[in-house]
C-alpha cells in the first residue's frame, strides 16, 4: 500500500555506475514501472543490474528478445539470481547442438564488492565426471566476465562456482542461432532447508534438479500436488546432484529431510529452453 523509490545500479565495463534513467524511480503501489536496458547500458556486453528499494519491498524482473535483423531468435524472462556469497550453484542448464556445432553458452561472474579469483567447474546434472573447468579466473570489483563455454557436448549440466568473496553468476544458453531458435538465462539457486512448494509450468520436458552441497548423503521426499503414487525418496550423494522428471502444470513439495539442497527447474526442446 507504500509507493516504492527503486535505484538501478548497473555494473559493466567501467564498474559500478548509477544511471541517470536509474535513479529515484517511483513504483505506485500495486502497480509497475518497465525500465529499456538500453536507457541504463547501452553498448555494454555483459551488464550487471542490482535492484535496490526503499519505503517498499518489489520485484524485479528482466524480459530479453533477440532478433536477427528480421528473424526473431529468442525470447526469456527471468527473475533475480541467487544472493552473493562466495559458493554458487546454477543446478541445471541445457547446452543444445548438432554434431560439432557451438551449444551457444556461456556464464557470467560478477564480485560486486572485493576484487577476488574464482573457479568455475562444469558437470552433468547426476554424474561427477569434470565436462570442463576453469581455474584462478581474476575479478576485478564490479566488472563483469563472461566465459565461453562453447565447447560443451550436448547436455544438461550443474555449474558450482567458487570464490574468495561473495559472487552472483548465471548461465546463459541457446538453442542456435536461426529463425524459431529460443535462449535463456539460468540463474544460481538459493539453499533450501525447510519443506517448500514448486510450480511447474507448462513447458516441454519439465525436470528438477536437485543439488547436495553438503558433506553428507540427503534422502529428500518430492511430493506432487495429486498425490499420484505417493512420496518419492530422492537419495543425493554428498557433493552430487540428482534429476528427476516432472509434470508441466503440477505443484510438488520438496523436504530437504533436514539437510540443505539447492534446485531449479528446467524446459527443453529442439526450439524452447527455459529454466527457474
Known amino acids: 500500500d507504500v509507493a516504492a523509490r527503486v535505484e538501478l545500479t548497473v555494473f559493466g565495463s567501467e564498474g559500478r555506475t548509477t544511471p541517470d534513467a536509474g535513479a ?40 530479453s528478445t533477440l532478433t536477427r535483423t528480421l528473424v ?5 524472462q527471468g527473475g533475480a539470481t541467487g544472493l552473493p556469497r562466495a559458493q554458487q550453484t546454477i543446478p541445471a542448464f541445457s547446452a543444445l547442438g548438432e ?27 547426476g554424474g561427477k565426471a569434470v565436462a570442463a573447468s576453469f581455474r584462478d579466473l581474476a575479478l576485478t570489483t564490479g566488472i563483469p566476465i563472461e566465459i565461453d563455454m562453447d565447447k560443451l ?4 549440466y550443474r555449474v558450482d562456482i567458487d570464490a574468495g ?14 529463425a524459431g531458435s529460443d535462449f535463456a538465462w539460468y540463474g544460481t539457486a538459493d539453499d533450501i532447508r525447510v519443506p517448500s512448494l514448486l510450480a511447474v509450468a507448462p513447458g516441454p520436458q519439465p525436470q ?18 495429486a498425490g499420484a503414487g505417493g512420496p518419492r525418496e530422492i537419495r543425493i550423494p554428498a557433493g552430487g546432484s540428482a534429476s528427476v522428471d516432472l509434470r ?8 530437504p529431510a533436514g539437510g540443505t539442497l539447492r ?14
Open 208 to 225: 528438477l534438479a536437485i543439488v547436495n552441497p553438503g558433506a553428507q548423503e540427503v534422502a529428500a521426499v518430492l511430493t506432487d500436488g
Open 165 to 178: 568473496a561473495p559472487v552472483v553468476a548465471s548461465v546463459h544458453a541457446a538453442t542456435g542461432a536461426d
Open 72 to 76: 526473431p531468435v529468442g525470447v526469456d
Open 99 to 125: 554434431g560439432d556445432e557451438p551449444t551457444n553458452t556461456s556464464v557470467r561472474v560478477l564480485a560486486p564488492s572485493d576484487d577476488t579469483t574464482a573457479s568455475v567447474t562444469v558437470t552433468p546434472v
Open 263 to 276: 534446485a531449479n527447474v528446467t524446459f527443453s526442446a529442439p526450439d524452447a529452453i527455459a529454466g527457474y
Open 248 to 255: 508441466a502444470g503440477e505443484l510438488y513439495r520438496l523436504d
Open 24 to 63: 529515484g524511480i517511483l513504483v505506485p503501489p500495486k502497480q509497475q514501472r518497465i525500465v529499456p536496458l538500453a536507457s541504463l547500458a547501452l553498448g555494454e556486453t555483459s551488464p550487471v543490474v542490482l535492484v535496490s528499494a526503499t519505503q517498499s519491498p518489489v520485484r524485479a524482473t528482466l524480459q
Open 153 to 156: 557436448p550436448p547436455g544438461r
